[in-house]
């Protein structure tokens, strides 16, 4: 079984590149498969975020990338899905017809609850 990424090291992704992952992630059908890119999206997320300083884990774990993941996750597993998935689809479709500069400040959305 491969190992979890090591929290804090920067795999040179951009917040782009995660964002388009977990686009893609969502016509996936591979459980497993969902499941190892989630771990390593999530630690190079955090990473990403914790540059501006500690990130509470409420917040990381309703960053729109891991909502579309869990999203994934739960229509795999045949779990329910609702509002926070559908706006975290949006936020991240939003983030990629911007063309996101990952040198820019990285934007946190607005928690909708």
């Known amino acids: ?19 388009r992952n977990a686009l893609q992630i969502q016509r996936a059908t591979n ?10 999206d999530f630690a190079q997320l955090r990473t990403l975020l914790e540059k501006k300083g500690p990130v509470p884990d409420a917040t990381l ?27 975290a689809f949006e936020w991240c479709e939003s983030m990629l017809q911007q063309s996101y500069n990952a040198h820019t400040d990285l934007p946190l959305p607005q928690d909708p609850n």
């Not at 079984?1 to 964002?19: C, E, F, W």
């Not at 459980?31 to 390593?40: A, D, I, T």
């Not at 891991?66 to 899905?81: F, K, N, Q």
């Open 1 to 19: 079984m491969p190992s979890a990424p090591k929290p804090g090291r920067d795999d040179g992704r951009t917040i782009y590149d995660l964002v």
């Open 31 to 40: 459980l497993q498969g969902v499941v190892l890119n989630f771990c390593e």
């Open 61 to 87: 774990r309703r960053h729109p990338v891991c909502v579309l993941y869990a999203g994934r996750i739960a229509t795999l597993t045949g779990s329910e899905v609702g509002l926070r998935m559908h706006r």
